[in-house]
């Protein structure tokens, strides 16, 4: 499994956005070259047709325009991954989720069944289409959504129609709101709303604890849910919770108690989550809320190996868009399980699954900004390759094409973003703390340009509209989307020349340090 998830809700962040953010990881020994693009309508298909379930799925014909960060390759398939549309709503799909085997008993996955035999002989089967997963669902879901809520209802409705051959939690934002979704077996699901003041941390496995089933089924303010899923939990017995103090009557619902533990009745609880998922939760946990006694003291109640934590919680300071691209890239720094540091032991330093792992292929941190005009709400923070050894480059949303620095091609190249942070990852990772210093010069000069370029052209067209020579409060004005445009690439040509002075420098202290090194004064 692959990917960890950082969702931000309005009241914790410093400047009132909604950050939907993800780190996209290839599963084992894989390394998926990324690039951040745009969709216009035009090139939305009509028809889509994936190419790991072999699904054809025919498509709304008004599509929004959006960004996303596909592969660069796209023989197997767009795997779309992360994006905001021109509706200026966030999508991040997916959290590869864990189901436990009563859920899946309940409700199998939908699995692509290849053509048995020859058509015409005898015992021939034709091929069954598998349901819609990771590689789908950016692109049949993004495009046509106006709401964070209207994505959680769209993608149910697709969950529902044709299943899923995997689990997946989803995440959308918009200007007031973060929901998250997961499904739940082949065909049903379960939403929650982010606390506006609260943070949820995302490993690889089912996470939603709390549930309010009433809400769920009745005004949806918090929670949303499978029409039909009070009768399918009643009809599998799926829900763990003890009963009841006694004398303590409760509310239910269709049978079902009003509240209960989802997590407890839907996910796994096994080893591998305790050494693969459990750490990353209680690492990032730990670090937003230090103030929480739960994680503190000699026997503290929640450890790297527990799996309880509460799904939401408090920071304890506001967050930035910087902060989160920052924390998903750690590796437990300055703790004993960190691959670099110098604490623990050979084992401990691996024991745990990092979140900043190897195989990251980008992380994408989406902002919605509310307290800008509608046409410059949405960020879209891109960060390709391993994260310890990255940037994130702020590229306004509402704009027609990224820089081609950001569009990575398939072959190897200093021209590409991607691939610059590949190399530098590779040549600095054997010698850490000697090109930590410069990796991190470089993070910081970058991304804070990133923040200077939003605060500029901010205040540029907000002047611009003053004078009435652009309108802000839409999203297709031709003349505030080229400035956009232009001062993205101006933000990615600077990236780029200091991204090649960094490759230089971390090739420079690699070379130096060569085993067939021999000069004349060595004896």
């Known amino acids: 499994m692959a990917c960890t998830t950082l969702l931000v809700g309005r009241l914790a962040t410093n400047d009132g956005s909604t950050i939907v953010a993800r780190n996209e990881d290839g599963e084992d020994f894989s390394f998926d070259p ?30 929004l325009r959006y960004t996303c960060t596909p592969h660069a390759d796209p023989a197997n398939g767009v795997w779309a991954e992360t994006g905001i549309n021109a509706a200026n709503v966030s999508m991040s799909a997916t959290e590869t989720i864990s189901a436990n085997a009563r859920v899946l008993g309940a409700d199998p996955l939908v699995a692509y069944q290849p053509a048995q035999g020859k058509p015409g ?14 590689e789908n669902l950016p692109t049949i879901t993004l495009p046509y959504i106006h709401s964070a809520r209207e994505g959680v209802q769209r993608l149910g409705m697709l969950v529902e129609k044709y299943g899923t051959y995997e689990t997946n939690g989803v995440a959308f934002g918009d200007a007031d709101d973060v929901w998250y979704w997961e499904n739940i077996g082949g065909h049903h699901w379960i939403a929650r709303r982010v606390p506006d003041d609260c943070y949820v941390v995302q490993p690889n496995r089912q996470g939603i604890d709390h549930f309010d089933l009433a809400d769920a089924l009745g005004e949806q303010h918090d929670y949303m849910c499978s029409a039909d899923l009070a009768q399918w939990i009643r009809d599998h017995d799926l829900l763990m919770d003890m009963p009841a103090h006694e004398g303590d009557t409760g509310e239910t619902v269709q049978g079902l108690p009003r509240y209960f533990n989802a997590r407890i009745a839907f996910s796994t609880y096994t080893w591998l989550d305790q050494l693969y998922n459990a750490p990353r939760k209680w690492y990032l946990c730990r670090r937003l809320t230090p103030s929480d006694p739960r994680f503190q003291g000699a026997a503290p109640a929640f450890g790297p190996e527990s799996l309880d934590i509460p799904w939401a919680l408090r920071p304890d300071k506001k967050l930035s868009a910087s902060d989160v691209k920052d924390l998903l890239a750690t590796t437990y720094d300055g703790t004993e399980y960190d691959p670099y540091g110098t604490k623990g032991t050979p084992e401990t330093r691996h024991q745990y699954r990092y979140v900043g792992i190897d195989r990251t292929s980008e992380c994408s941190v989406l902002c919605i900004r509310p307290n800008v005009p509608v046409a410059l709400r949405g960020v879209h923070w891109f960060a390709p390759a391993s994260g310890p050894f990255n940037t994130a480059v702020a590229m306004y949303a509402n704009v027609t094409t990224m820089p081609a620095y950001l569009d990575t091609p398939t072959a190897v190249t200093t021209d590409s973003l991607y691939w610059n942070n590949r190399l530098v990852a590779g040549l600095a990772d054997p010698q850490f703390f000697e090109s930590y210093e410069p990796i991190q010069g470089y993070r910081l000069n970058t991304m804070a340009q990133g923040y200077q370029m939003l605060h500029e052209t901010d205040a540029k067209l ?14 297709d004005d031709a003349a505030v989307q080229a400035e956009l445009a232009a001062a993205n690439q101006a933000l990615a040509d600077s ?5 090649r002075s960094l490759l230089g420098t971390v090739l420079d202290q690699r070379t130096v340090a060569m085993k067939n090194a021999f000069n004349m004064n060595d004896h």
Do not use: F, S, W
């Open 121 to 134: 002989d005898a015992d021939y089967k034709p091929e069954v289409p598998g349901g819609i997963g990771e």
């Open 495 to 499: 990236v780029q020349a200091q991204t």
């Open 34 to 63: 990324k690039k951040l693009v745009v969709v216009n309508p035009e090139d939305q298909p009509r028809t889509y047709t994936g190419v790991a379930n072999h699904l054809t799925i025919e498509l709304p014909d008004n599509p």
């Open 462 to 475: 907000m002047a611009l509209a003053k004078e009435g020579t652009m309108n802000l409060d839409a999203m």
